[in-house]
């Protein structure tokens, strides 16, 4: 049973707020990532970390930042929230087995509404 | 950079076929590739996991295989029920997690 959490699930807000995603893990991970997808689109990696104090961007340029204070803890914040940020965000861990990468868990992700 | 691609985009199936899904990826130097399943509005459920030194994994009904030459994973899922409907994706693992467009999958009773 996966133990990663993301809250809220759900977020309706206006334009111009600031927001945060939080995500959590409970299993130890080193590897952490933060997802976008589009309603019946594919999956968009926006940042990933490989452990504390560590954080990369991905491949989809994204508005919002990430951090890494602790093991468990990788929350999203967008400073300012516009209707093109609208979409359902993922969180997800991984443990990282000789140098690679493990069985990946995803949260249930935070469905974000900006108007 | 590398690019996964899943065919078909859906397929509608009766209770009880066996179906494969595909999955072909451009670049092959992966370390492993995971199919997951996703329920509309759900995050993703990990399936199954192939490292690349494996060629296949199995776990009750589903085989996953792998063939790193030719760029490519097949799902095998037997003797489907209408709990399988959901949409499938696979990503490969070489440095970055790269997903592919998902196959949705429905299972008519």
């Known amino acids: 049973e996966a133990d990663i959490y993301q809250t809220p699930r759900y977020l309706v807000i206006g334009t111009g707020k600031k927001i945060t995603l939080e995500c959590s893990q409970t299993?130890?991970?080193?590897?952490m990532y933060w997802y976008q997808q589009d309603p019946g689109m594919e999956l968009h990696l926006i940042h990933y970390s490989y452990g504390v104090n560590s954080t990369e961007k991905g491949d989809l340029s994204s508005e919002s930042t990430v951090s890494r204070i602790r093991t468990e803890h990788f929350p999203l914040t967008l400073e300012s929230a516009r209707p093109s940020h609208t979409s359902q965000y993922l969180c997800?861990?991984?443990?990282?087995?000789?140098?690679?990468?493990?069985?990946?868990?995803f949260g249930e992700g935070s469905r974000l509404t900006v108007l | 950079k590398q690019e996964v691609t899943q065919i078909p985009a859906a397929l509608s199936v009766p209770e009880g076929e066996n179906l494969v899904l595909n999955c072909s990826f451009t670049d092959s130097a992966i370390y492993n590739l995971q199919w997951f399943r996703q329920d509309p509005g759900k995050g993703l459920t990990s399936l199954l996991l192939i490292q690349s030194s494996q060629r296949e994994q199995t776990s009750g009904r589903l085989n996953a295989s792998l063939d790193k030459s030719s760029g490519r994973s097949t799902l095998y899922i037997a003797a489907s029920q209408p709990g399988d409907s959901a949409t499938y994706l696979c990503?490969?693992?070489?440095?970055?997690?790269?997903f592919g467009q998902g196959t949705e999958l429905s299972v008519k009773p």
């Open positions: 299993m130890g991970h080193d590897k």
């Open positions: 997800a861990s991984s443990e990282v087995v000789t140098g690679d990468t493990g069985e990946l868990f």
């Open positions: 990503a490969v693992e070489g440095g970055k997690l790269i």
